[in-house]
């Protein structure tokens, strides 16, 4: 059973340009929740999804930045008209609802490192 | 609100020497308590998870940590340590177990 897979694992872009960051769960899974780590901080929450639905994106720039979860294929970050301070490692994690618990253990994927020109 | 808080950000510790990574959080409610490990360039691993019950909580590679209600802590530690724990340790709390709060990271340093 492969873990949370993210691609690319490097992306560099040039100001302006847009960044897209894919996502595909681990099997079973149907919730995808993405992260954004700056240099030398912890890991802040962005955005959570099951497919087709946005539950929570309390932690998304307002402007900028959207995400989905399709039906089909892997979740995108999309990042329009990137600035360097865009620049950062963006981790996606999926879980799934265990039987008798309302507790969705999260499984981190490798992460995408975005760097800014 | 949820917080967190990791009061060392670096640790130096020599080789088969014991290690305490420090945690607090504040809440006005119960919440999951978790430690995560990240080697460079990889992703968060998850080391052990409070969740109710017993206060001390054993994980993966020999870590084990405590929850302390009254002191809001959930302190991380390791009886001996060896070079392959040098990583990233982060502390999170979570209400619900869909949006988690990290700490800053403490860097853990093995030294031979």
């Known amino acids: 059973n492969a873990g949370v897979m ?14 897209r960051l894919r996502c595909s769960p681990m099997k079973g899974h149907s ?3 993405w992260y954004r780590q700056l240099p030398e901080e912890g890991l802040k929450f962005m955005v959570y999804l099951q497919k087709e639905n946005i539950i929570d994106e309390s932690g998304m720039p307002k402007e900028r930045f959207s995400a989905e979860f399709p039906k089909e294929g892997p979740s ?4 329009q008209q990137v600035v360097r301070g865009d620049s950062a490692a963006y981790f996606c994690a999926s879980s799934r609802i265990p039987p008798g618990t309302n507790y969705n ?3 981190f994927g490798p992460g995408t490192r975005l760097t800014v020109l | ?15 088969e020497a014991p290690v305490e990574l420090r ?3 504040s809440s006005s409610v119960s919440v999951y308590l978790f430690w995560y490990v990240q080697y460079p360039n ?22 084990e940590a405590e929850f302390n209600k009254s002191q809001t802590s959930f302190h991380l530690r390791k009886p001996s340590v060896h070079i392959s724990d040098t990583a990233e340790y982060f502390c999170a709390v979570s209400l619900t177990g869909n949006q988690f709060y990290f700490g ?3 860097s853990l340093t093995v030294i031979p």
Request: charged share 15%; with cysteine; proline share 3%.
């Open chain 1, 105 to 107: 253990e999260q499984f």
């Open chain 1, 76 to 79: 995108i970050l999309r990042i």
């Open chain 2, 42 to 63: 990889q992703g968060l691993q998850l080391l052990l998870k409070y969740l109710s019950g017993s206060t001390l909580v054993k994980g993966i590679n020999g870590f």
């Open chain 2, 23 to 25: 945690c607090n959080y």
């Open chain 2, 1 to 15: 609100a949820q917080s967190v808080t990791q009061l060392d950000s670096q640790v130096p510790v020599f080789e």
């Open chain 2, 104 to 106: 800053t990271g403490t």
């Open chain 1, 31 to 33: 919730h995808v929740y």
């Open chain 1, 6 to 19: 993210q691609n690319p694992r490097h992306l560099v872009r040039r100001r302006g340009q847009e960044a």
